[in-house]
């Protein structure tokens, strides 16, 4: 019975495409970090990545291929981040990473490799036919203080800033965005 439950637990808190956390694993994990921050661990930063042009991959390949877009992205964000870091599947084509014990200036590094290696990647869609897949992120450090929900108000604010500037870019949250 335990392990039943268990199980219908990890369902509840994991995408089923992906093996990822979903948001409410993502809101789980969030808060037993800002638990530990009051005890006096340090910020964290987080980055919302899109992929760019995901509809217009759905239109023209169908729902499968982006399907298996989102299985190849969420191996290769996994592949590419730090021990430690949690990356999540929020919705759609849009997913999270969480950088504890990591400032902005560090978590851009990161954040600018997973990028740019996922631009590098190919992804086979027909016999012989593959595509490129770039994303666009947002990042910010949490503030002291600062309630989960408003850094993710303020990272999604760069995100759609660096969408907009062009996309396949990394903008950083201001700290009045």
Same mark, same amino acid.
């Given at each position: 019975?335990?392990?039943?439950?268990?199980?219908?637990?990890?369902?509840?808190?994991?995408?089923?495409?992906?093996?990822?956390?979903?948001?409410?694993?993502?809101?789980?994990?969030?808060?037993?970090?800002?638990?530990?921050?009051?005890?006096?661990?340090?910020?964290?930063?987080? %980055?919302?990545?899109?992929?760019?042009?995901?509809?217009?991959?759905?239109?023209?390949?169908?729902?499968?291929?982006?399907?298996?877009?989102? /299985?190849? @992205?969420?191996?290769?964000?996994?592949?590419?981040?730090?021990?430690?870091?949690? *990356?999540?599947?929020?919705?759609? #084509?849009?997913? /999270?990473?969480?950088?504890?014990?990591?400032?902005?200036?560090? %978590?851009?590094?990161? *954040?600018?490799?997973?990028?740019?290696?996922?631009?590098? &990647?190919? /992804?086979?869609?027909?016999?012989?036919?593959?595509?490129?897949?770039?994303?666009?992120? &947002?990042? &910010? #450090?949490?503030?002291?203080?600062?309630?989960?929900? #408003?850094?993710?108000?303020? *990272?999604?604010?760069?995100?759609? %800033?660096?969408?907009? %500037?062009?996309?396949?870019?990394?903008? @950083?949250?201001?700290?009045?965005?």
């Amino acid at each position: 019975m335990r392990d039943e439950r268990d199980r219908m637990a990890d369902l509840v808190i994991t995408d089923h495409l992906t093996g990822l956390p979903n948001r409410a694993g993502l809101e789980q994990y969030i808060e037993r970090l800002m638990r530990a921050r009051e005890g006096g661990a340090p910020l964290f930063s987080l %980055a919302v990545l899109d992929i760019d042009h995901f509809k217009a991959i759905n239109d023209t390949f169908g729902h499968d291929i982006g399907d298996r877009i989102l /299985v190849w @992205l969420s191996e290769r964000l996994a592949q590419y981040l730090r021990d430690g870091d949690l *990356v999540a599947r929020v919705g759609g #084509e849009e997913f /999270v990473i969480v950088m504890p014990w990591a400032q902005a200036k560090q %978590a851009q590094k990161v *954040v600018e490799r997973v990028r740019a290696n996922i631009g590098k &990647g190919r /992804v086979p869609v027909t016999d012989g036919q593959t595509i490129a897949v770039t994303v666009s992120a &947002g990042l &910010g #450090e949490q503030r002291p203080g600062e309630a989960f929900g #408003e850094l993710f108000r303020r *990272v999604d604010t760069a995100l759609y %800033a660096a969408k907009h %500037a062009g996309r396949d870019q990394t903008h @950083l949250a201001g700290p009045d965005a």
